[in-house]
């Protein structure tokens, strides 16, 4: 696998099968390949391989497993996920996830988005890395499980605060696999942590001495609910042998394709 050292950015594909709406990895997106351009790779992970006896069918820009495909600029699939910035809301839309809309870039704002859209199942979501802040590990993701909650608690998530933090409680899925639901301070429900980020964040709350959500942004009730309320995960520590989405669903397919190892290491020295 390729190595590189200089600054990139990452973020998973994952595709939700519509009946059971379980999660699978099955691509993963990296920008940033060379500092001098925007390089751009994606790739399999071999997670496609499970959803694909699922249903799953690969995208028909990136038809081979096999391949990492590379280019110097954005894949049209996802800058298709990108609202365009010539848009009248998109300055709204921008901001709504909690970037500048003057300086953010269309990988970012893919990460914060979800890049999902009412016609797919597609949901994307960043790779996290190590950083040498108080908080080694933090990641931004929307709330899920909104569609379902009762109108206490959506009247509720519209009255939470900026920062404000929300408790991770234990509960069981209905398919039986472990979950964590965000409450307030109050007791009351205002989603769950997405399925795909619980394993982290179970192995992080055995490790860690403080691990906390807090409500990133609070969107109001015109927007989409899928993307009414962001939050931030963050844990005090990063322990050496913690390798986020280290499961073989994370893998990549190609043997050439970039590695992100790296990411997970503590300095030297």
Known sequence: MQTVQQQLQALYVTWQEPTSREYFPVGRLVGGLAPDQPN??????????????AG???????????????????FPMFQNR??????????????????????????????RSGGGRTTDSIEIFEVPRLRLEVYPYCVHFLAHGLGSLPTESLARIARLQPDERLRIDDCQ??????????????????????????????????????VECFAARVNPPNEPIQQRLLCRLVASCWPPEFRPYSGEDYQPIPADATNLSHWSQWPQG
């Open 40 to 53: 751009y790779e994606f790739c399999y992970l071999f997670g496609v391989k499970r959803a694909q006896q």
């Open 173 to 210: 899925h209905s398919a039986g696999r472990p979950a964590l639901a965000l409450m307030t301070e109050d007791g009351i429900a205002v989603g769950n942590i997405p399925s795909y980020l619980v394993g982290d964040a179970i192995n992080l709350q055995n490790w860690c001495q403080i």
């Open 56 to 74: 799953f069918q690969l995208f028909p820009s990136f038809p081979d497993a096999n391949r990492a495909y590379r280019s110097t600029e954005l």
């Open 82 to 111: 990108v609202m365009s910035s010539s848009r009248p809301e998109y300055r709204r839309y921008v901001t709504n996830l909690a970037l500048n809309p003057d300086t953010d870039d269309p990988l970012t704002i893919l990460m």
